[in-house]
């Protein structure tokens, strides 16, 4: 253990930022996912600005966004147990292979243009019943794609940036498809795009993992899970922030559209543009974290960058600028992205493998889970007191969070360190805890 992380300390450049693409099967993922979470961000654009045409009210856009995320928040816990007891290789190619047949019915139904919003919901429930179960699935599989616990944050880190690449191609595509093509077409993209994922799952080869066969019920699996992770202070702290963060500031980007066309008075292009400007700068995020050596200290930037997030929250709420309203989501994109894996990598490394996937549910449930509300309270808040001014309410939680969490770091690192010892995270050669760079600060 000490000379894999000696290995690590001496790489450099590239192959220190990618050296969980050395993993076979974890490089097959990461191909096919890259490809499908572009269709994935294309579908998430198309849908919004098809709701608002359809509808031109911001309270539906919340409700669909809430249809959507609802099933997260109930069924995730559920399927963080079944994680754990099945397998999770098996789960991925199923629950893919339903999103897949999802997207095309939403396509068939727009570009035959029998689409209605009473379908719309109705598809988004069904995603968010599958995503239930693909989500702590997916999250606890890296694991078994990389064999080197040394270079798990770095596989997060990368995954973190399949999310954001896609994230600043995928509006940009849809924006362009939809002004030119219509919706339907980025609908019919994201359905394709899964073959990529299923083919890329298929072509792995894996080691079987061992399950232990479970005499107990699931609900009993559901609680075990969360008094695991809610006895456990770094766990249960990293949780509520990543809560808060998901509930009062991600939310945001449910009313996008109102900014792009009704505050900044643009169009598809407009709102294409503000979510690939939030996607560069969690590229920039992601450049940050696949640069560092180690994934000690991370707790610090979790407050760090939730409050970075809050803060840019809250001055785009007062932006009428279209240029100064693209470099504030550069900045929130980094610091949404940054705190989100920050708080995923933590808690990977923290948690005990039996519960991994139903820890990994708990994440899920914190920032998807959470979404659901979000949405539908920033849509109501904006029906009311307008999209600013809901931005503005978001940002100043996400900011007090931070500061409430940043006063739980001493304590948080006093428990985490000794794990990260016994795994060989930190070794006495190795960084200790302090910027994540090698230098230990005491």
Not at 68 to 95: C, S, Y
């Amino acid at each position: 253990m000490k000379s894999d992380q000696k290995a690590i300390e001496n790489e450099t450049g590239v192959r220190r930022v990618v050296r969980a693409l050395h993993h076979r099967n974890y490089r097959l993922f990461f191909g096919g996912q890259s490809i499908s979470l572009i269709g994935t961000w294309m579908q998430r654009i198309a849908m919004s600005w098809l709701v608002y045409r359809l509808t031109n009210s911001a309270l539906l856009l919340g409700v669909v966004g809430f249809a959507g995320q609802i099933p997260v928040f109930l069924a995730t816990p559920f399927g963080g147990v079944l994680a754990d007891r099945w397998n999770r290789h098996r789960i991925l190619i199923v629950t893919q292979s339903l999103a897949m047949i999802q997207a095309f019915i939403l396509a068939f139904l727009v570009l035959t243009r029998t689409i209605a919003v009473w379908q719309i919901v109705c598809l988004s429930v069904f995603l968010g019943l599958v995503d239930s179960l693909d989500m702590p699935a997916r999250q606890s599989f890296v694991i078994e794609m990389v064999e080197k616990r040394e270079d798990l944050g770095n596989a997060i880190a990368l995954n973190s940036s399949m999310v954001n690449g896609a994230r600043l191609l995928g509006p940009s595509i849809a924006g362009l498809l939809i002004a030119y093509m219509g919706e339907g077409m980025c609908f019919l993209f994201n359905a394709l795009s899964y073959l990529a994922v299923i083919l890329s799952l298929l072509a792995m080869k894996l080691t079987p993992r061992k399950v232990e066969i479970r005499k107990t019920r699931i609900l009993q699996g559901v609680r075990e899970g969360f008094s695991y992770a809610f006895g456990f202070i770094p766990i249960r702290s990293l949780l509520l922030l990543v809560a808060v963060v998901s509930l009062m500031g991600v939310s945001h980007t449910v009313l996008m559209p109102v900014f792009a066309r009704d505050i900044l008075r643009g169009d598809s292009h407009t709102l294409g543009f503000l979510m690939g400007c939030s996607g560069m700068g969690a590229m920039v995020g992601v450049a940050f974290l696949t640069s560092r050596r180690s994934i000690v200290g991370l707790e610090k930037w979790s407050a760090r960058a939730t409050a970075m997030f809050g803060g840019g929250l809250i001055i785009f709420s007062f932006s009428r600028s279209f240029w100064v309203s693209l470099l504030l989501m550069g900045f929130t994109g980094f610091g949404m992205m940054v705190q989100q894996t920050s708080s995923n990598t933590v808690m990977q490394a923290t948690v005990d493998e039996d519960k991994r996937g139903r820890v990994m549910s708990l994440y899920t449930l914190a920032f998807r889970g959470m979404m659901p509300f979000g949405s539908l309270f920033a849509g109501t808040l904006a029906s009311r007191i307008g999209a600013p001014n809901t931005i503005l309410i978001g940002g100043s939680c996400c900011l007090l969070g931070s500061l409430l969490f940043a006063r739980k770091l001493p304590l948080l690192e006093e428990l985490i360190r000794p794990i990260y010892a016994k795994t060989g995270i930190v070794t006495g050669e190795g960084p200790q805890i302090g910027d994540g760079t090698g230098q230990a600060k005491e």
